[in-house]
């Protein structure tokens, strides 16, 4: 059984990244994705080389991060409606991306740790809220307060980018939607740079994962070390979603989505759900990339435009689940 189930997943990963290289305004068949790959068509390697595999190489490695970022936070506070987008991680991120672009600051490397910052400040925003609440990492105040922060981070990156003289941030609007358009092999590198860490930290932490959602008593009393392992999801989260915004945007949902769908298939412990959700979350951005940028081809839609009309119902399915 076990078997089947990594072969279906194999198979479903080189499937999306397959399609992912295939599509786009000039569609290439398998075999020219092959002879692009290997350099035999010196112009299907152009297209799938230069601009098609880091595009799919990105999307499949934040899509993987985002997935991972929203089990381990489900997890930590014990609520099926957690995930960075929600959580006010993303719209604090896309704040201190915006207000280094703003700045004239937004270099490659700079823009993930302004990202990173504005991140943190909104971990400590909806925390404070939580305790001035009287309910200390309450799951429902939690979400609420995330989504609070988040619609504040919002209005300000609007008023950012209204009031902004530069060009480049005004057209930020699109960028804050989420999309790949921008990829290239640097990106990948920067992405992959910062990431590396905090998801390895995050699987390290898979046991501390278990233990925390039975509760915070229970896991106490089993050995877990309960705020040391909250801070390290709270910045590796962080991390993982300050490096995604500043690449690609905010995207949404996906955090909330993938965890759920491995969840439906098997019910494993967080040393295989995060792998597990790595992989099919970076599968799912990936294809959901392609929808974006064939459903109306030539135009492009943002990815987060995909991933909202699938997780909003998705999102409304577990809330009703979680309030009755």
Not at 62 to 67: D, K, Q, W, Y
Not at 126 to 151: E, I, K, Q, W
Not at 212 to 227: C, F, K, M, T
Request: proline share 5%.
């Amino acid at each position: 059984m076990k078997r089947a189930w990594a072969v279906a997943l194999t198979a479903t990963v080189a499937l999306s990244l397959v399609v992912g290289l295939a599509a786009g305004a000039v569609p290439l068949a398998p075999g020219d994705v092959w002879r692009g790959i290997t350099g035999a068509d010196p112009s299907a390697a152009t297209i799938v080389r230069e601009l098609r595999a880091p595009r799919v190489l990105l999307a499949f490695l934040v899509g993987g991060s985002l997935a991972v970022s929203g089990a381990a936070l489900q997890a930590m506070i014990r609520n099926p409606l957690a995930e960075p987008y929600l959580l006010g991680l993303s719209g604090g991120a896309g704040l201190g991306a915006v207000l280094a672009l703003a700045s004239g600051s937004g270099g490659p490397w700079s823009v993930p740790v302004a990202a990173f910052l504005g991140a943190v400040a909104a971990i400590a925003l909806v925390y404070r809220l939580t305790l001035v609440a009287g309910r200390r990492l309450d799951p429902r105040v939690l979400l609420l307060a995330g989504v609070v922060v988040g619609a504040f981070a919002g209005a300000l990156m609007s008023a950012i980018i209204v009031l902004a003289d530069t060009a480049a941030v005004r057209n930020a609007f699109l960028w804050l939607l989420g999309g790949f358009g921008g990829a290239s092999w640097q990106a990948l590198e920067v992405f992959a740079a910062y990431a590396v860490l905090p998801l390895g930290i995050l699987a390290w932490s898979a046991r501390d994962l278990d233990l925390l959602a039975l509760g915070e008593e229970p896991a106490h009393h089993l050995g877990a070390e309960v705020d040391r392992t909250r801070r390290l999801v709270y910045g590796c989260t962080a991390l993982l979603t300050a490096a995604s915004v500043a690449t690609c945007g905010i995207i949404g949902f996906v955090g909330l989505v993938v965890p759920h769908a491995v969840r439906t298939v098997a019910r494993p412990l967080h040393r295989a759900l995060l792998p597990l959700a790595f992989l099919v979350g970076g599968s799912f951005l990936v294809l959901s990339d392609v929808v974006a940028r064939t459903v109306v081809r030539p135009l492009e839609l943002p990815v987060g435009v995909i991933t909202a009309l699938v997780g909003v119902p998705v999102f409304a399915l577990l809330l009703r689940r979680t309030l009755t």
